[in-house]
């Protein structure tokens, strides 16, 4: 029995070396998790900084070990080795901390931290040895993500061997109840090989002088870059109070190309760049930030405190790995005079409003009427669940909505029940002889719509709660819906824009002369839309199909201003229209967007003032952007319209992060196919409803990012093991022929969430059976060889055999921690208003070591084509 027991165990040993001789993290945390510190209890849920991912990545946690800063403007640093020996890469950065408590974070990589204590004033500097940035955060930023295939190399033969974490917390007045902060990020690492490999390039002004009262001061940056291409996927600005807008370029032959511009006053996140641009040879990267000296009674110079102020333009690429560099900075103006050419949006401030101004600053005085910390939990909850969640968009297939029996759809709304209304043109249509050459209804004959033309409808099941409309329109197109329940509709045939009461039979307010077209304050020609503002109760109207301007009327509908202009010849210019088609205010930032249709991109203009702010616009939309919305939070929608001959662009729904106008996720239906989506409408729980005016339908989409959501919040393991059975069965779905029922397709979809956490379980328990099943069937197997062929000399040569293998393991492994230097050295220098002021530092403010369709509704012309109407 004796020798039973001692060959099982040998056998369970060998067999558990060979299983994790395959590379799992944890088989390599031993040395880390013996070194580890003690965090506070107080702010950490788990002390665990370490966590398995999967065979080949798993997660390091970097957090401050619970901390109580004693004044204002205090830096402390901390420091974690990196918990393995060979070669990884960081491929996400995951933030911990809020603007409440913390002005900034940096992390950095270097060999020797400069204290070994659990945290020590920064004062004392960050490393002993070159350090450079890895990661920079400020102002509630979202999570940082690199592109797939892309990762910064840490670790291996040339790595070094820590992390340091540099927390600057500034106004400490949050720090009144003595609580203990644990602020910091977790990376996503992986030992699987990235073929390119990440960098930082820093663009920082070391001189610029800020006099008091100056209305605009410009700091510029410029140098010629002398190395192999890199590719730049992301950038980031910092700057401190008195910065108004930072912006990067590169320069080639003259061409001033756009990296990425962007208030230093919104999250200081790393913003995607929006169209690649890769550096190659002799171009020139230049970088401009303007201050303003307004409210300064003196000087303000580049230093290291709240009160100073810094010029900082980073920039995230990547290379090849035989040639990557990690780190490369930029602290001159090698060409002063070529600033002349910049584009003139380098100095077009990006307004902010002034609620967030006081909370990305960190002030803590009482804001009249609003409590502040329930003003910062909102933001950190939006920013959690709309910035922070990966979600998909797809149709509510179960919606009996798609079968109601409706005319042209034209327009959608959102009552303040969240109901959803629906414009529709009955039994109109709008083809090629509703209008003559000016414009000019032709089919008065007909008559008004005699159907109700506004719809109101559960949005869960599609029942008609509310008609209205009947014998008012001639051919219904925008609608919205003001936070009274009043619906505002423009028609185009009657060139009219109109308030309703809900149950009012007559209008409210009528803007426009009946059936006749015009383009001053009193005529429009073909308003295609309207918005209303929920606060100062100002109209919006897009005009139209035949002018191309917006048009600000006050709440009683008296005239006020308009802006833009008609496209001209070449690209479009901001401010030019070519169909201003939809609209949607942007109450978070003062802004109102207009999807600008026929030049297939969406425009934002300062709603109080009509100035231009930016410009949306992707490859993917086409050569048409038929509707956009915003949701409350950061999200904006839009569908686009279908593509021109030869032309690969689908027609779909798209989901933007409204911040960095990046595309999150597309969406089209599974029933039916949109053939000219016309209008999008959102709420804020992600629910999105699209409108066609050829399908005469409207379809219902939702997130499945809800039951996924809750997966999170209980287990991010588990997660990680749904998502990787989730990719199994689409993967072996992808070699079965599809179905062509989009219902079937639909259940599998379901069935297959339905089944992720069963099949994690499974798969699990599978793997723990296996084991067991082998070693018994090998034990049989040596027993009866052991009785039968060696007799009693049996069990003495398997237990030299098995202490030879066991030995061989137990030799292998071994070699120290070794993350070498990363990131290139890079010189210090001095300025007034700080202290030995390091680009180490960049905005860690303090010096640390001396380191020194066409809407006709009838078919599209090929290209080039006419304006469509709709």
Same mark, same amino acid.
């Given at each position: 029995?004796?020798?039973?027991?001692?060959?099982?165990?040998?056998?369970?040993?060998?067999?558990?070396?060979?299983?994790?001789?395959?590379?799992?993290?944890?088989?390599?945390?031993?040395?880390?998790?013996?070194?580890?510190?003690?965090?506070?209890?107080?702010?950490?849920?788990?002390?665990?900084?370490?966590?398995?991912?999967?065979?080949?990545?798993?997660?390091?946690?970097?957090?401050?070990?619970?901390?109580? !800063?004693?004044?204002?403007?205090? #830096? *402390?640093? @901390? /420091? %974690?080795?990196?918990?393995?020996?060979?070669?990884?890469? =960081? &491929? $996400?950065?995951?933030?911990?901390?809020?603007?409440?408590?913390?002005?900034?974070?940096?992390?950095?990589?270097?060999?020797?931290?400069?204290?070994?204590?659990?945290?020590?004033?920064?004062?004392?500097?960050?490393?002993?040895?070159?350090?450079?940035?890895?990661?920079?955060?400020?102002?509630?930023?979202?999570?940082?993500?690199?592109?797939?295939?892309?990762?910064?190399?840490?670790?291996?033969?040339?790595?070094?061997?820590?992390?340091?974490?540099?927390?600057?917390?500034?106004?400490?007045?949050?720090?009144?109840?003595?609580?203990?902060?644990?602020?910091?990020?977790?990376?996503?690492?992986?030992?699987?090989?990235? !073929?390119?490999?990440?960098?930082? #390039? *820093?663009? @920082? /002004? %070391?001189?610029?002088?800020?006099?008091?009262?100056?209305? =605009? &001061? $410009?700091?510029?940056?410029?140098?010629?870059?002398?190395?192999?291409?890199?590719?730049?996927?992301?950038?980031?600005?910092?700057?401190?109070?008195?910065?108004?807008?930072?912006?990067?370029?590169?320069?080639?032959?003259?061409?001033?190309?756009?990296?990425?511009?962007?208030?230093?006053?919104?999250?200081?996140?790393?913003?995607?760049?929006?169209?690649?641009?890769?550096?190659?040879?002799?171009?020139?990267?230049?970088?401009?930030?303007?201050?303003?000296?307004?409210?300064?009674?003196?000087?303000?110079?580049?230093?290291?405190?709240?009160?100073?102020?810094?010029?900082?333009?980073?920039?995230?690429?990547?290379?090849?790995?035989?040639?990557?560099?990690? #780190?490369?900075?930029?602290?001159?103006?090698?060409?002063?005079?070529?600033?002349?050419?910049?584009?003139?949006?380098?100095?077009?401030?990006?307004?902010?409003?002034?609620?967030?101004?006081?909370?990305?600053?960190?002030?803590?005085?009482?804001?009249?009427?609003?409590?502040?910390?329930?003003?910062?939990?909102?933001?950190?909850?939006?920013?959690?669940?709309?910035?922070?969640?990966?979600?998909?968009?797809?149709?509510?297939?179960?919606?009996?909505?798609?079968?109601?029996?409706?005319?042209?759809?034209?327009?959608?709304?959102?009552?303040?029940?969240?109901?959803?209304?629906?414009?529709?043109?009955?039994?109109?249509?709008?083809?090629?002889?509703?209008?003559?050459?000016?414009?000019?209804?032709?089919?008065?004959?007909?008559?008004?719509?005699?159907?109700?033309?506004?719809?109101?409808?559960?949005?869960?099941?599609?029942?008609?709660?509310?008609?209205?409309?009947?014998?008012?329109?001639?051919?219904?197109?925008?609608?919205?819906?003001?936070?009274?329940?009043?619906?505002?509709?423009?028609?185009?045939?009657?060139?009219?824009?109109?308030?309703?009461?809900?149950?009012?039979?007559?209008?409210?307010?009528?803007?426009?002369?009946?059936?006749?077209?015009?383009?001053?304050?009193?005529?429009?020609?073909?308003?295609?839309?309207?918005?209303?503002?929920?606060?100062?109760?100002?109209?919006?109207?897009?005009?139209?199909?035949?002018?191309?301007?917006?048009?600000?009327?006050?709440?009683?509908?008296?005239?006020?201003?308009?802006?833009?202009?008609?496209?001209?010849?070449?690209?479009?210019?901001?401010?030019?229209?070519?169909?201003?088609?939809?609209?949607?205010?942007?109450?978070?930032?003062?802004?109102?967007?207009?999807?600008?249709?026929?030049?297939?991109?969406?425009?934002?203009?300062?709603?109080?003032?009509?100035?231009?702010?930016?410009?949306?616009?992707?490859?993917?939309?086409?050569?048409?952007?038929?509707?956009?919305?915003?949701?409350?939070?950061?999200?904006?929608?839009?569908?686009?319209?279908?593509?021109?001959?030869?032309?690969?662009?689908?027609?779909?729904?798209?989901?933007?992060?409204?911040?960095?106008?990046?595309?999150?996720?597309?969406?089209?239906?599974?029933?039916?196919?949109?053939?000219?989506?016309?209008?999008?409408?959102?709420?804020?729980?992600?629910?999105?409803?699209?409108?066609?005016?050829?399908?005469?339908?409207?379809?219902?989409?939702?997130?499945?990012?809800?039951?996924?959501?809750?997966?999170?919040?209980?287990?991010?393991?588990?997660?990680?093991?749904?998502?990787?059975?989730?990719?199994?069965?689409?993967?072996?779905?992808?070699?079965?022929?599809?179905?062509?029922?989009?219902?079937?397709?639909?259940?599998?979809?379901?069935?297959?969430?339905?089944?992720?956490?069963?099949?994690?379980?499974?798969?699990?328990?599978?793997?723990?059976?296996?084991?067991?099943?082998?070693?018994?069937?090998?034990?049989?197997?040596?027993?009866?060889?052991?009785?039968?062929?060696?007799?009693?000399?049996?069990?003495?040569?398997?237990?030299?055999?098995?202490?030879?293998?066991?030995?061989?393991?137990?030799?292998?492994?071994?070699?120290?921690?070794?993350?070498?230097?990363?990131?290139?050295?890079?010189?210090?220098?001095?300025?007034?208003?700080?202290?030995?002021?390091?680009?180490?530092?960049?905005?860690?403010?303090?010096?640390?070591?001396?380191?020194?369709?066409?809407?006709?509704?009838?078919?599209?012309?090929?290209?080039?084509?006419?304006?469509?109407?709709?």
């Amino acid at each position: 029995m004796a020798g039973l027991v001692n060959n099982l165990l040998i056998l369970f040993l060998v067999f558990q070396n060979i299983c994790f001789g395959f590379r799992s993290p944890l088989s390599v945390f031993k040395r880390f998790k013996d070194t580890t510190r003690s965090l506070s209890s107080e702010c950490l849920e788990s002390d665990q900084p370490v966590i398995s991912l999967g065979l080949s990545d798993f997660a390091l946690d970097i957090r401050m070990p619970g901390v109580t !800063p004693k004044q204002s403007d205090t #830096y *402390l640093c @901390m /420091s %974690v080795p990196l918990p393995v020996d060979d070669e990884a890469y =960081v &491929v $996400d950065f995951k933030p911990h901390a809020s603007m409440d408590t913390v002005h900034h974070m940096l992390l950095f990589g270097c060999n020797e931290p400069s204290s070994t204590e659990n945290y020590w004033d920064c004062d004392e500097g960050t490393c002993k040895d070159k350090s450079n940035i890895l990661y920079a955060w400020a102002r509630n930023a979202p999570p940082t993500r690199l592109p797939k295939g892309v990762g910064f190399r840490v670790g291996g033969e040339t790595g070094g061997r820590f992390f340091v974490l540099q927390v600057h917390y500034g106004d400490i007045s949050a720090f009144r109840d003595k609580h203990k902060d644990c602020s910091g990020v977790t990376l996503h690492l992986t030992h699987q090989k990235q !073929p390119l490999i990440a960098g930082m #390039y *820093l663009m @920082m /002004s %070391v001189n610029t002088v800020i006099p008091p009262g100056e209305k =605009v &001061v $410009d700091a510029d940056i410029a140098c010629h870059y002398k190395r192999f291409p890199m590719h730049l996927f992301a950038y980031r600005v910092h700057t401190h109070r008195l910065g108004k807008v930072v912006s990067g370029y590169r320069v080639r032959n003259g061409q001033w190309t756009l990296i990425g511009r962007q208030s230093p006053q919104l999250p200081q996140a790393f913003y995607p760049v929006e169209h690649p641009v890769d550096v190659s040879y002799d171009d020139i990267l230049a970088a401009r930030c303007v201050f303003s000296g307004e409210g300064r009674t003196t000087e303000t110079h580049i230093g290291g405190t709240a009160n100073d102020e810094m010029c900082n333009f980073y920039i995230m690429y990547y290379m090849e790995a035989k040639h990557a560099v990690s #780190y490369m900075t930029c602290t001159q103006n090698a060409n002063p005079e070529m600033f002349r050419n910049i584009p003139q949006e380098a100095n077009i401030p990006i307004p902010v409003k002034s609620d967030m101004l006081k909370m990305t600053h960190g002030h803590h005085e009482a804001t009249k009427g609003t409590d502040k910390s329930s003003l910062l939990q909102q933001a950190k909850k939006e920013e959690e669940e709309i910035l922070d969640q990966d979600f998909h968009i797809e149709e509510a297939v179960e919606w009996p909505g798609l079968d109601l029996k409706l005319g042209q759809v034209s327009g959608l709304a959102l009552d303040p029940e969240n109901n959803l209304v629906i414009f529709h043109r009955g039994d109109h249509v709008w083809d090629e002889n509703s209008f003559d050459s000016k414009f000019v209804y032709q089919q008065r004959g007909l008559g008004p719509i005699e159907q109700n033309t506004i719809l109101v409808v559960d949005p869960s099941n599609a029942k008609l709660l509310h008609s209205m409309g009947k014998s008012l329109f001639y051919l219904p197109h925008g609608l919205s819906v003001d936070k009274n329940g009043n619906y505002w509709v423009t028609d185009v045939a009657l060139h009219q824009v109109f308030k309703l009461g809900a149950d009012d039979k007559e209008p409210l307010l009528i803007l426009g002369v009946a059936l006749q077209p015009g383009n001053d304050k009193n005529h429009f020609c073909q308003p295609t839309d309207v918005a209303v503002d929920s606060v100062t109760g100002n109209v919006y109207v897009s005009d139209g199909y035949c002018n191309s301007r917006i048009v600000q009327f006050s709440p009683d509908g008296l005239y006020v201003m308009q802006w833009g202009e008609e496209t001209s010849l070449g690209r479009a210019r901001p401010g030019q229209f070519h169909i201003p088609h939809s609209l949607a205010l942007i109450p978070d930032f003062s802004q109102l967007c207009v999807a600008d249709r026929e030049n297939g991109r969406i425009q934002c203009f300062r709603s109080e003032t009509g100035e231009f702010i930016r410009e949306i616009k992707h490859k993917s939309f086409g050569r048409e952007l038929f509707a956009v919305s915003y949701v409350p939070g950061g999200l904006l929608f839009a569908v686009n319209g279908m593509p021109y001959p030869g032309e690969a662009e689908p027609v779909q729904g798209f989901v933007m992060n409204f911040s960095t106008g990046e595309i999150i996720d597309t969406f089209t239906p599974l029933r039916k196919n949109f053939e000219m989506p016309h209008d999008v409408v959102a709420s804020e729980d992600k629910t999105v409803f699209i409108g066609d005016v050829h399908a005469r339908a409207v379809w219902k989409f939702a997130s499945t990012e809800k039951m996924e959501h809750r997966s999170v919040k209980k287990a991010g393991i588990e997660v990680q093991e749904i998502k990787e059975s989730e990719t199994i069965v689409e993967a072996t779905s992808r070699n079965n022929p599809e179905t062509t029922d989009p219902l079937k397709k639909q259940e599998k979809q379901h069935l297959v969430r339905q089944a992720s956490t069963g099949v994690s379980f499974v798969l699990i328990t599978t793997l723990l059976i296996i084991p067991v099943v082998v070693l018994l069937a090998i034990l049989v197997f040596i027993r009866w060889r052991k009785t039968t062929v060696y007799g009693a000399d049996g069990e003495h040569k398997l237990d030299s055999s098995s202490g030879r293998i066991l030995g061989r393991l137990r030799g292998k492994g071994g070699g120290g921690l070794n993350l070498g230097n990363f990131f290139a050295s890079h010189k210090g220098y001095s300025r007034k208003g700080f202290d030995r002021l390091s680009t180490e530092g960049s905005d860690q403010e303090k010096d640390e070591d001396d380191g020194t369709d066409s809407e006709e509704e009838c078919s599209a012309p090929p290209p080039p084509p006419a304006p469509s109407s709709s």
